[in-house]
């Protein structure tokens, strides 16, 4: 059994999907009383495309809030309306939750309109003008840039507008390239922003899953590791292995080099993140 680890400067975040079920839902509650021995800052909820989540996400929030845990759930603009925003974030508030993860989210399926927010950076603004300092806001990048970006440049640019908003810390898309973080990290700071850039780390446990997933989110998967992992083909304790000890060199080259935390898409387990963080020296 894994001990407590000693995690005094609250190195990780880990995020979660909303459950559809009951059962799910108490799954993913013994899941995150397993990751909390590594005293992480906070659990982050996701939140569907155009809300379709929004009372899952937010009682998913509210029931680890209540094992005595930090939560930040994300909330996307997208399809939806200022009255609608202002809600969620006066339930929120009005809550105790004092975090979120402001995105711009996916348009849904055969919806048209993307509503009364057309980027995050109106999102951010909106936050800040309705609630002043109450809420952490945490923005999301993409070192290896955003998939429908027209340019690099462009795609810096409304990050950067994220940033001036209000944000007071980023979160960015998983990758398995240190370089492509590094490089993003250093023209941050050549541009002036200062807040902190958290790398967002997924575990690999299966590879058909991540190749879809990459493909979508425009993550680079090193031609070295795709070719190990396809060599691999159903064997998954072998890609779990190989994945484990990959992701842990990354986690670890990471933070010597000065990232100031790692944010784990957990998919929902605790056991490949477990097993990532008891190689790392922290």
Partial sequence: MLET????????????????TEEGQVSLLEVIDKLAVA?????????GAGGS?????????????AKG??????????????????????????????????????????????GEFRYA?????FIRKETGDHFEIHVAAYPEVHPQAMTADADFKNFKRKVDAGANAV????????????????????????????????????????????EMCGADIPRWLRKRLEAYGDDRDS???????????????????GA??????????AAPTLAIIENLSV
């Fill in 69 to 114: 845990y930090s939560a930040a759930p994300h909330l996307s603009c997208v399809a939806s309306t200022k009255e609608n925003i202002k809600a969620i974030i006066d339930t929120y508030s009005a809550n105790g939750i004092n975090k979120i993860v402001a995105l711009r989210g996916d348009l849904p399926s055969g919806m048209l309109s993307a």
């Fill in 39 to 47: 005293k992480p800052e906070f659990f982050s909820v996701t939140f």
């Fill in 239 to 257: 890609i779990q292995a190989l994945g484990v000890d990959f992701v842990s060199q990354l986690c670890q080259r990471l933070l010597d080099n």
């Fill in 260 to 269: 100031p935390g790692i944010h784990f898409y957990t998919m929902n387990q």
């Fill in 121 to 125: 950076n109106e999102l951010v603004d």
């Fill in 171 to 214: 979160i960015t898309q998983y990758f398995y390239n240190a370089e492509a973080y590094f490089y993003f990290v250093e023209r941050c700071e050549q541009n002036g922003i200062t807040v902190p850039i958290v790398p967002g780390i997924m575990p690999i446990t299966q590879f058909a899953q991540l190749s879809r997933f990459s």
């Fill in 5 to 20: 680890i000693n995690n005094d400067s609250e190195l990780f975040s880990f995020e979660f999907y909303p459950p559809k």
């Fill in 53 to 65: 989540t929004r009372d899952k996400t937010f009682d998913t929030v509210m029931a680890i809030k």
